[in-house]
């Protein structure tokens, strides 16, 4: 039997907490930091350079709010997938995890043709401050969509067969997450002109 | 009983379906923001404040919605809500100790030469655009 060769990590909660759960929330508390950082030496930027307002007013606003609704359409599949692996459907949640896998999928479908049209235009990584910003912090955040999405398919199809139930809301906090830095991002890159 | 009723309405999946609503309702707010801000200004509250606030209230606000609601920090132990606060904290700190090296170009007894030399620059370079009916700073082909 799988379960008798866990680790006793996976089983016990020391904490209150089961083990695997907080890792995640360990998890997320290093992303703020790194997020953090970078978001912060932006905006100490942005007030330090008056001409980045210039280099700003070039994003475009409807890329990033569509993206910003597809991000927060995903996070409420992924809360339903947690709802339904907490009621014992491991069918019904492997589903609701597809669906938020395909919300990553069209997030970056779109920001693919948002940095085409953007590239095309002049406005490349090595273009001003701005930009470089730009491309990093999106870049970044745009892996862990992706990574996201990988871990999702994987909990997906052991969720499908009814195992590991509990790994759904784990991948979920962690993909609310990225939703949370998309909803700073978004004001920061293409509100704030 | 009644307590019972109440627990399974605030995690049943019309609860989050609501929450969801919300968020959307909020991120049209934030994107009107800024085009109806000016039509908006009364008194000392300037179409920017506006702005900012439609901004970035906002995003903290549906932070907070994704977090306790999405996330359960609501009914998580309540560590490890302290434990992301530190991480906050942290960065607010980063802040604190870096920005007034980047934000500002001189002091009393230092110069930033090349910021001041780029901010000069720019600026130059976008009024000399603004004059031609063009965008600047840009590579040539630059136009949006």
Redesign the interface.
């Known amino acids: 039997m799988s379960s008798m060769t866990k680790p006793i990590a996976t089983t016990r909660s020391a ?3 089961p083990t695997g759960k907080l890792a995640v ?2 998890v ?3 992303e ?2 790194i997020f ?2 970078l978001l ?2 932006y ?3 942005r ?5 980045w307002a ?2 700003a007013s ?1 994003t475009n ?1 409807w890329f990033g ?1 569509a993206n ?2 597809v991000l ?2 995903s ?2 599949f ?3 997938a947690h ?1 339904a692996a907490e009621h014992g459907d491991g069918k019904k949640a492997a589903k609701w995890l597809l669906g938020t896998c395909a919300g990553g999928f069209i997030f970056l479908c779109i920001k693919a043709v948002e940095w085409t049209i953007e590239i095309q ?3 490349t990584i090595t ?2 401050g701005f930009w470089s910003f730009y491309y990093t912090a999106a870049g970044i955040h745009a892996l862990h969509v992706i990574a996201g999405c990988i871990i999702m398919l994987i909990i997906a199809r052991q969720a499908w067969k009814g195992k590991e139930l509990q790994r759904v809301e784990l991948i ?2 962690y993909w ?2 990225v ?2 830095v998309w ?2 991002l ?2 920061l890159l293409y ?3 | 009983m009644a307590e019972h009723q109440e627990h399974a309405d605030e ?3 019309a609860y ?2 609501k ?2 609503a919300v ?2 309702v909020l ?1 049209i707010v ?2 009107l ?2 085009i109806l801000a000016p039509h908006l200004e009364v008194g000392f509250l300037k179409a920017w404040m506006i ?2 606030m ?3 209230g ?2 903290v606000v ?2 907070y919605l ?2 306790a ?3 359960h920090l609501k009914i ?2 309540r560590y ?1 809500s302290y ?2 606060a ?3 904290m ?3 700190l ?2 604190a100790g ?2 007034p090296d ?4 001189e002091g009393q007894n230092w110069q930033n030469v090349a ?1 001041q030399t ?2 000069e620059r ?2 130059e370079a ?1 009024g000399a655009a603004a004059a031609h009916g063009e ?10």
Do not use: C, R
Not at chain 1, 47 to 51: A, D, K, T, W, Y
């Open positions: 904490t209150g907490i929330w360990w997320v508390g290093s703020i930091v953090g950082g912060a030496s905006v100490m930027h007030l330090g350079h008056p001409e210039e280099y070039h606003t709010g910003t609704f927060l359409t996070s409420l992924a809360v339903l709802h235009h002049g406005y273009a001003n979920g906090i609310h997450f939703d949370i909803i700073f978004f004001p509100i704030a002109k | 995690h049943g999946q989050y379906v929450i969801w968020l959307l991120l934030s994107i923001g800024p702005t900012l439609t901004a970035f906002i995003a549906k932070a994704v977090a609601n999405f996330m998580e132990k490890i434990l992301l530190t991480m906050l942290l960065m607010l980063f802040f870096v920005a980047v934000m500002k170009h910021a780029e901010v720019a600026l976008e965008h600047a700073g840009e590579q040539p082909g630059g136009e949006h």
